[in-house]
């Protein structure tokens, strides 16, 4: 099961992402300056696949909404000026990616963010997908 939880930091809305095992353990796996409001309006919403969402939390069983949330995550935060067309771009590539290609990015971004726990080092990451695909 994965779960996304929205907090906020100095009035600013910050996404955790975690990963539950089968005993109830959580483990962080990425964080991500984006309100779950937005998550659910750009990108889940255009996804049939199944989840629960809260005022706060996302949950899901779903391993591939899962890797597209990371993404998405990553890749917003490389966006200084966020229209509405722009984010809507990135989660229409992101639904027609194929599961190589989502686990190559998925991996990317969990691995770099995990080194030091620090979502400046995904910022290259998200940059090169936005190349990438001309976003």
Do not use: C
Request: proline share 1%; aromatic share 12%; charged share 30%.
């Amino acid at each position: 099961m994965y779960v996304i939880r929205e907090s906020s930091s100095e009035g600013k809305p910050r996404s955790h992402y975690y990963r539950l095992t089968q005993n109830k353990e959580s483990f962080k796996v990425f964080r991500a300056s984006l309100s779950i409001s937005e998550l659910d309006e750009v990108l889940l919403s255009r996804t049939d696949i199944k989840f629960n969402k809260t005022r706060k939390t996302i949950s899901t069983d779903s391993e591939r909404l899962f890797k597209m949330a990371i993404i998405y995550g990553g890749v917003r935060q490389t966006i200084r000026v966020a229209n509405r067309s722009r984010l809507v771009s990135i989660a229409k590539v992101l639904l027609s990616l194929e599961e190589f290609s989502l686990q190559f990015w998925y991996t990317e971004f969990v691995s770099r963010y995990s080194t030091r726990n620090n979502i400046v080092d995904t910022y290259k990451v998200g940059r090169s997908f936005r190349d990438l695909y001309e976003l």
